[in-house]
T-cell receptor, first 113, second 114 residues
Framework: GNSVTQMEGPVTLSEEAFLTINCTYTATGYPSLFWYVQYPGEGLQLLLKATKADDKGSNKGFEATYRKETTSFHLEKGSVQVSDSAVYFCALSLMEYGNKLVFGAGTILRVKS | DTAVSQTPKYLVTQMGNDKSIKCEQNLGHDTMYWYKQDSKKFLKIMFSYNNKELIINETVPNRFSPKSPDKAHLNLHINSLELGDSAVYFC?????????????FGPGTRLTVL
């Protein structure tokens, strides 16, 4: 089946620390990959995406590279801010499954000043 | 505002009642979705409609019935509410096309069943 596994949280960092949130996937086809972010009390916002192998998605200082050989899409940021505190979801979608999003369990990020 | 909107934002009700959640998008998208987020933040697809036609129906109790009067609206009706239905329900929409895969989410409806 299709599934996404991401590292458990919460992840607690100090401001300006380096962030990595690991994400791996299994898929029956060639998926598109996403990172969504959910700030407290809000809906989901697309953070970045990649649609084919070796694509790098980037936004607001966050980056993730689609690695087909390791079936991974790890999220990184060089210097986190308190305002980055949120829940981060890795997800995949497949055209043959109506483009429904299959989400990982989410990783809570807490950034301390 | 250009967005996906949901009403109500909060819904508190008793077990056994019937309730509806409404979703509207003014993005001109063809496809709409309902997702359920449980108390552990886990998100799972429930339904998807494309141009008013049901295309995804996951393993959801038939107490849940989606209705799409037009492609800009996808409502969710829930009969005989149970405690386990308590969750946040998110509506989303996306344009049609092989490369237009991004989904835009509404703010969510927090349903509490007492």
């Amino acid at each position: 089946g299709n599934s996404v596994t991401q590292m458990e949280g919460p992840v607690t960092l100090s401001e300006e620390a380096f962030l990595t949130i690991n994400c791996t996937y299994t898929a029956t086809g060639y998926p598109s990959l996403f990172w969504y972010v959910q700030y407290p009390g809000e809906g989901l916002q697309l953070l970045l995406k990649a649609t084919k192998a070796d694509d790098k998605g980037s936004n607001k200082g966050f980056e993730a590279t689609y690695r087909k050989e390791t079936t991974s899409f790890h999220l990184e940021k060089g210097s986190v801010q308190v305002s980055d505190s949120a829940v981060y979801f890795c997800a995949l979608s497949l055209m043959e499954y109506g483009n429904k999003l299959v989400f990982g369990a989410g990783t809570i990020l807490r950034v301390k000043s | 505002d250009t967005a996906v909107s949901q009403t109500p934002k909060y819904l508190v009700t008793q077990m056994g009642n019937d309730k509806s959640i409404k979703c509207e998008q003014n993005l001109g998208h063809d496809t709409m979705y309902w997702y359920k987020q449980d108390s552990k933040k886990f998100l799972k697809i429930m339904f998807s409609y494309n141009n008013k036609e049901l295309i995804i129906n996951e393993t959801v109790p038939n107490r849940f019935s989606p209705k799409s009067p037009d492609k800009a609206h996808l409502n969710l009706h829930i009969n005989s509410l149970e405690l386990g239905d308590s969750a946040v329900y998110f509506c989303a929409s996306s344009p049609q096309g092989l490369t237009k895969i991004e989904q835009f989410f509404g703010p969510g409806t927090r349903l509490t069943v007492l």
